[in-house]
C-alpha cells in the first residue's frame, strides 16, 4: 500500500480550496487518511462570460473530471449545486457530506435589509433562479449579472457599482464573510439551488468500492436523500444548473419533505408544488420517487415551459 497521501482535487478559489480542505480534515480525521490538495483551473473560473452563456452545467466540473479519469487525482470535491445531474460515465459520488446552511444571503451597502432597499436599488447574482424569485418579491428593484469570488462580488458594493448582492449563506460562511451579510432568505421566500450547501465527494467509480471505500466515511445518509430528491426535480425538468429552479427537501420526524420552485425570468409566473414521503426503507428510491413526482405534477402545470422559455432569452 502507497504511503502517499490521497490527491485531493479542487478548484483554485479561496471558496473551493476552503471547502475542499474541511472535508479533507474530516476524512482524516475519521479514517487516517493523509489527504493532500491539488489545485485545478476550471474554465468557469476563468472565463468572464454570463452563466447562461456557457450553459451552466459542468462549467466549473469538467477540468476536475477530466483529472479523475487520467489519473491526476484520487478524488474530487464539488459544490453540489454545480454539479450536472446526469451520470459521468466512469464516476460516481462517493459521498455527500453533512449540509451547511442552504440559504441565500444579501449583503447590502449601509446594512439594508432586502425589504429596506429604495426602489431602484441595484443587486448584483449571476444566477437566473435567484433574479427570478427576488424578481418576484421586489419587481421593483434592478437586477444585474455579476461573476466573480465571493471577496470580488462584496467588493462590487464598496466600489459603488452595486447596492448589494446575494450569495450563498453556506460560501459566506466558508470565507469568512459572514460579516457582510445584511439579511438571509428563508426558503418561504426564495428556494436554494438544489444541492445547495451540500458537497460532493467524486472518483472513479471503479475505486468506490475498492481502495477509496474509505470515502464513505463522510458521508451523511440524510443529506443525500434530501439533495437526491432536489436534483431529480432538477432532471425531470431537464434543467440545468442555470435555469430558474430552486428545490429543498429536509428530512423531519421520519419524513423527507420537499419544496420546488420554476419562476419566470421577469418573476411574472411561478409554478410552486410541495410534497413528502416516509424515510423508512430505501431512503434513495424514496427521495428518487419523490422527486420525480413532484416534476411531473409542475410539468403539468407548466413547469418545462417556462423553463424552456427562460432557457431561450
Do not use: W
Not at 472535508?23 to 472565463?47: N, Q
Not at 450553459?55 to 459544490?79: C, K, M, P, W, Y
Not at 457530506?97 to 435589509?113: I, Y
Not at 431512503?283 to 422527486?291: E, I
Request: aromatic share 2%.
Amino acid at each position: 500500500m502507497s504511503d502517499r497521501p490521497a490527491r485531493l482535487g479542487t478548484r483554485r478559489s479561496p471558496m473551493a480550496t476552503s471547502q475542499s480542505q474541511a472535508v479533507a480534515d474530516a476524512i482524516t480525521d475519521r479514517t487516517g487518511t493523509r489527504v493532500e490538495l491539488e489545485l485545478i483551473t476550471s474554465y468557469g473560473d476563468v472565463t468572464q462570460a454570463r452563466l447562461t452563456q456557457l450553459g451552466g452545467t459542468g462549467v466549473f466540473v469538467n477540468s476536475l473530471r477530466e483529472q479523475l479519469l487520467s489519473g491526476g487525482i484520487d478524488f474530487a470535491v464539488h459544490s453540489l449545486k454545480d454539479l450536472p445531474t446526469a451520470p459521468a460515465d466512469g464516476l460516481a459520488i462517493a459521498a455527500i457530506t453533512d449540509r451547511d446552511d442552504p440559504r441565500d444571503a444579501l449583503c447590502a451597502r449601509d446594512g439594508r435589509k432586502f425589504s429596506d432597499l429604495p426602489p431602484g436599488a441595484v443587486v448584483g447574482t449571476g444566477s437566473p433562479r435567484r433574479v427570478a424569485q427576488l424578481a418576484a418579491l421586489r419587481p421593483d428593484l434592478t437586477y444585474v449579472p455579476i461573476r466573480g469570488n465571493a471577496g470580488t462580488r462584496l467588493g462590487r458594493i464598496a466600489e459603488g457599482e452595486v447596492d448589494a448582492v446575494v450569495l450563498a449563506y453556506a460560501g459566506l460562511a466558508r470565507v469568512g464573510r459572514l460579516d457582510d451579510v445584511t439579511d438571509v432568505f428563508e426558503p418561504e421566500q426564495m428556494l436554494p439551488a438544489p444541492g445547495q450547501g451540500a458537497l460532493a465527494v467524486e472518483c472513479l467509480a471503479s475505486r468506490a468500492d475498492g481502495d477509496l471505500a474509505y470515502l464513505a466515511a463522510v458521508d451523511h445518509a440524510a443529506t443525500r436523500a434530501a439533495v437526491t430528491a432536489e436534483r431529480t426535480v432538477l432532471a425531470e425538468l431537464e434543467a440545468g444548473c442555470a435555469a430558474p429552479v430552486g428545490a429543498y427537501a429536509e428530512v423531519h420526524d421520519g419524513r423527507l419533505r420537499l419544496r420546488a420552485a420554476v419562476v419566470a425570468p421577469d418573476g411574472s409566473e411561478a409554478v410552486r408544488r410541495e410534497r413528502s414521503v416516509g424515510t423508512g426503507g430505501d431512503a434513495a428510491a424514496a427521495a428518487s420517487s419523490l422527486g420525480r413526482e413532484l416534476a411531473r405534477e409542475m410539468i403539468g402545470e407548466g413547469a418545462d415551459r417556462i423553463v424552456a422559455d427562460a432557457a431561450e432569452e
